[in-house]
């Protein structure tokens, strides 16, 4: 089968030539380590020359499957036909005037396709960004000159970014935080309705984690002094972790009572990723401001904040932009991004890739007690890793047999990725446009890795 993107006819198929990574691919990472800063690390050193649907082909012409997307960016696949066509139409026309001093109808249609996606039909406006932390920052600007409230409040398991303040508004230090403080005040942290780890009875862990949330919120910080309530709808970096049903529509009830802006941190989760365009949907979640940026323009680098036009309106006027907020050639990217989306109707596939993906892992959970847990939406399904015994007990994570199994599975040619504050979760995240039998190829390759252990 085919891959659903239009993109150049790259074939459809893992095939390995020579070991993973190649000789080329290693020549390469010695010029890489002499040149780049060590702090940029690589999970996987294979260097591509072409990708496209469900595969990534390296310099030593190796064909691997990709169940990693750029870490949930190449939704729609690597140059999806639509994104190149309307990109490449944008970089012959112009590539850049600044939206703040001259602007185009591309950013503009941007803002008008997101207040259209986004959940709620209230009058919502956009500000577009550069990258997710860009965009995070920006909501946090923008909740604290519409409330003229200072302080954050963000949660156990939260990744925002690497910039100081959002490197603040991460809970986890190593390795986003280590050496690199001071970070930003003002930025106060409370628990996560975090199923598997609830201490104490499971089906209670939406409530006491509201509850405790609440608790600090009003006695720790004064619910009065917070500008807003920063949360991912499904944690991402943290371990793909589902807040226990209940608990995001009591913190956006407490926030709403409470005059604090409810933003959803959509940047991994949005644009079909979980099954729907939006993964606050699923709850029936309405965010006052959404941040999103990784799925949205099919590769090339574009973030926006989307809200409550009330609440988008209250930073001045010169207040929030930057010199390339919103490129042309991105916002031309993202209109073909969204148009793929649409025509494909790629929450459905992210759907499917679910109905795939779940059965066959919880089938392996069966089998091996090292899984603790299979859990995630649409095409962001993720199986937590404890030591061998320990399952129903004390769920002791079990990072060594994550990455044992991660590497396995890059040598057999499978790019996945691993995450979790324990570093204990394999996650996978295959573009949407990916075919069946790569997608079943790519479990078959996770099976013999969690045999082979
Ligand atoms: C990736 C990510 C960010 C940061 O985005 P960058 O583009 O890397 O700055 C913020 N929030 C969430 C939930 C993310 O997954």
Redesign the pocket.
Known sequence: MTHLSGGPALPQERRLVTAVPGPKSLELLARKNAAVAAGVGVTLPVFVTRAGGGVLEDVDGNSLIDFGSG??VASVGNSAEAVVRRATEQLEAFTHTCFMVTPYEGYVEVAERLAELTPGDHPKKSALFN??????ENAVKIARAHTRRTAVVVFDHG?????NL?MALTAKNMPYKQGFGPFAPEVYRVPLAYPFRWKGDAQACAAEAAEAAIDQITKQIGAENVAAVII?PIA??GGFIEPAKGFLPRIAEFAKANGIVFVA?????GFCRTGQWFACEDEGIVPDLI?T??GIAGGL?L?AVTGRAEIMDAAHSGGLGGTYGGNPVACAAALGSIETMKELDLPARARRIEEIMKPRLAALMDKYDVIGEVRGRGAMIAVELVASGTRDGAKEPDAATAAAVAKACHAAGLVVLTCGTYGNVLRFLPPLVIGEDLLNEGLDIIESAFAGR
């Open positions: 870490i949930a990258s997710g932390a860009e965009a995070v990744y925002h970014g690497r910039t959002t991912e991402g970096e941190d959509e940047i991994q989760t941040t940026a990784k680098p973030a």
